[in-house]
């Protein structure tokens, strides 16, 4: 059974700073990895997808990477910004199937 | 107005009660899903289906039962809802079964208690 972890589960940062999200895998069989954003008391919203065959994609100050040898994959939010506060999560997409971490809880200090 | 809905957004119930939260999208998305959120879990999956008539268990299905006779519904049935199901609820619906992207609904807060 496939296993995503994402470390830290918290992370406080003042603005500006340019951060890393960690998410990790046991299976690297996949189809594809994606990112997930999602605000209090809200659904989900798609950040970014890398399919297997990619090793990155990116939208705006974000930067998504994807090393399926390591099991590993890491979102960059550059310049972040107190808009920007809100739960990180990955999924791990198999056939058919989402896995999801827990996610990652970033505030972003004015 | 387009995209997937859910309803209805808040329910309690007492243990032992049927419910049903239903689930709507406007895309004819051929996959739907759904999920139950909880602290310390993440998103876990409970049944997803490949189409009308087509569904499938995923990994937390026990206590849960689905229906899909069309395309753009998806209800998740409690047949004897219990405390351990209160959790928020997700329902997603997808256009492949390769995982393009998913899109998530607003979500279900129940209470059981």
């Known amino acids: 059974k496939q296993e995503v972890t994402q470390i830290p589960a918290a992370l406080s940062v003042p603005e500006g700073e340019n951060l890393v999200l960690n998410c990790s895998f046991t299976d690297s069989a996949i189809y594809n990895l994606q990112w997930f954003r999602q605000d209090p008391g809200k659904g989900l919203t798609s950040l970014l997808l890398i399919q297997s065959s990619q090793r990155e994609q990116t939208s705006g100050r974000l930067n998504a990477s994807l090393d399926k040898s390591s099991g590993r994959s890491t979102l960059y939010i550059a310049a972040s910004q107190p808009g920007d506060s809100a739960t990180y999560l990955c999924a791990v997409g198999g056939f058919n199937k989402f896995y999801f971490g827990s996610g990652t809880k970033l505030n972003v200090k004015p | ?113």
């Open chain 2, 1 to 113: 107005d387009a995209g997937i809905t859910q309803s209805p957004r808040y329910k309690i119930t007492e243990t032992g009660r049927q419910v049903t939260l239903m689930c709507h999208q406007t895309w004819s998305h051929s996959y739907m899903f759904w999920y139950r959120q909880d602290l310390g879990h993440g998103l876990r999956l409970i049944y997803y289906s490949a189409a009308a008539d087509i569904t499938d268990k995923g990994e937390v299905p026990d206590g849960y039962v689905v229906s899909r006779s069309k395309t753009e519904n998806f209800p998740l049935t409690l047949e004897s809802a219990t405390r351990s199901q209160t959790s928020v609820y997700f329902c997603a619906s997808s256009d492949s079964g390769k995982q393009e992207t998913q899109y998530f609904g607003p979500g279900t807060r129940l209470l059981v208690l």
